[in-house]
């Protein structure tokens, strides 16, 4: 049976260490999570033995509070932007290992403390959703630079199905999201085809007649035009599939 939690009742959050890019590395002690970076390469998941883009490194002499090392399952959440559409987003540290790492400036690490009610994965894909960002978002601060602090966040309450239920979703939302990012990468092949041939992409086809500008081709094909492409955005939340209920304290 579900039940009903605020989120500061299963969770704890700590604050990043502020540490400037001058004093990031490619080799160091601790590998560190800079806010800046998620936003060009991240999407959902910080993979660390397979990541996105490069992680950078910081040095054994920073000053580190045993709260700002990441651990395995935690979730690297963005509370402070420059505009209000970038606070929100969360990412599921996958670090199985447990390499040293550090969650870096304008960070907030979530921990989910009662893993008998909540499945970390569950929980990031319910953070990244519209209806929990909108409930979020309600709480913003600042005028020029947007804050929501963790207390606001704790406040927030969520509708839980049992575990293994949680499992259940996460296992179909993670199918989608490899196909959306399949999907990326084939998208991105076609852009980049489409710059390297003009106007035309390769297609399989019966042998027939050639367009006068196509490009060097194998016996048996043909080129045709690429009219359009469409456009992608990799959002898994896009509607409300989770169909959970929030209020606040």
Do not use: W
């Not at 004093?23 to 998620?38: E, F, Q, S, T, V």
């Not at 910081?58 to 580190?64: D, H």
């Not at 199905?161 to 949680?166: A, F, I, S, W």
Request: aromatic share 10%; charged share 25%; with cysteine.
């Amino acid at each position: 049976m579900g039940c009903r939690v605020a989120l500061g009742d299963v969770c704890s959050f700590y604050r990043g260490a502020s540490v400037p890019r001058t004093r990031m590395y490619d080799k160091g002690a601790y590998l560190y999570i800079h806010y800046g970076d998620l936003y060009k390469g991240f999407d959902l998941h910080i993979d660390v033995e397979d990541p996105a883009k490069p992680i950078p490194y910081i040095l054994n002499n920073e000053k580190i509070k045993d709260s700002q090392r990441l651990r395995d399952q935690d979730i690297v959440y963005v509370l402070t932007s420059e505009t209000v559409d970038d606070l929100g987003h969360a990412y599921l540290f996958n670090n199985p290992k447990e390499k040293p790492t550090i969650s870096g400036t304008e960070t907030t690490i979530v921990r989910v403390n009662r893993r008998d009610l909540v499945v970390p994965a569950y929980l990031n894909y319910l953070m990244s959703s519209p209806r929990f960002i909108r409930e979020l978002r309600q709480y913003t601060r600042g005028m020029k630079v947007f804050r929501v602090h963790p207390k606001d966040v704790a406040r927030i309450e969520i509708d839980l199905p049992q575990t293994e239920v949680q499992h259940q979703i996460v296992s179909i939302l993670d199918a989608i999201y490899a196909k959306q990012q399949a999907n990326s990468k084939l998208n991105g092949y076609l852009a980049e085809t489409l710059r390297q041939f003009g106007c035309y992409i390769p297609a399989i086809q019966k042998r027939g007649d050639s367009h006068p500008c196509e490009p060097p081709r194998a016996p048996g094909y043909r080129v045709i035009r690429l009219t359009s492409t469409a456009p992608y955005l990799p959002k898994i939340a896009a509607s409300n599939p989770l169909r959970l209920g929030f209020s606040s304290r």
